[in-house]
Each structure stands twice: as C-alpha cells, then as structure tokens.
C-alpha cells in the first residue's frame, strides 16, 4: 500500500452514491439502482444503495441480493424438516420461477426498510485503510460509511480496500 494511504483518499462522496429514503418501495428502488449501474458516471457499479431517513441520518444499506430476498415469497425460503432433510434449492426455484408474475411483484412494493442491512460499523476519513478492510471482513459488509465531524461524509466500498491491498500485496 502506499505509504500513508488513509480512507479519504478512497471514499466516494456521500452525494455521487445512490441512496433512497426507508419508505421507498422495492421496485422503486430496483429502478434506482438499475439506472446507477447503467448511466452513473460519477459511481460506477454499485455494490449497494445507501437509504436514509426523512432527517438524512443514514439507517442502510440494500444490496441486489436483499431485493431479491425480499421478492421471495416466505414459503419458499428452504426450511429443515424433522429428520435434517432440506429442501432442494433447484426444486424451490423452480416453483418461485412459476409464481414470480403474482407473488413477486406483489412484494415489490414492501418498503427497502424490511430488507435492508442496518448500519454494522463506520470509519473516519483519516482511518487507514486495513482498519476499513477488517471491519468490512468481521462485520460482512461491502461498504462502511465515512464518518467525520459526527456527519457523513462518503462511503468506502469493498472494492477500493481491495485494490488498495492488492497493490500492496503484487508491490506495486
């Protein structure tokens, strides 16, 4: 890693990342992140859309799979039965492939907030970037915010703490 590389120098401004309100709907926001990975110059691929309340303290983060989570209908999720036999996931898909049109869609307009990741951990501006990179790994999150002056300021996302590490691990 270079030397003195800190998490300001690779934050994403909290204004160029795509975020939503908490009441916004799951097909509200599928439109919104759609529209980021295709057209966003500023923020390319989101890993996440932040979501924020009225008073724009951030509560969130959703990520494509906790859309795709939310638009399964709950009978579907495998369950275990008596003798630790588990549903078979390709049999499972197979009935949500025959019900997405009628209950999917349905469930598009849950609210983000009943799927959302709530906010684990966040790091200063002037944190160095293994401190992001370990609480990204112990926490299991893709992005963290950047916190400074008790205000958020940006994010940093996974990718960039990898690049970062990658560089110096490959010296480069």
Known sequence: MSQNRTVGDLKIDIFDYPHIPYWFTLKQATGIIRKSMIESEKCFHPLAILVFDEKYNLMGTLELKNILKGLEPKFLSPSTKAQGYTDSAESLSSVW???????SKALAERPVIEVMNP???????????TKAAYLMVHQDVMILPVIDNQKIVGIIRMKEVFEEIAKAILNE
């Open 97 to 103: 492939d025959s019900l997405f049109s009628e209950k």
């Open 119 to 129: 906010i684990k951990g966040q790091v200063s501006s002037d944190s160095p970037v």
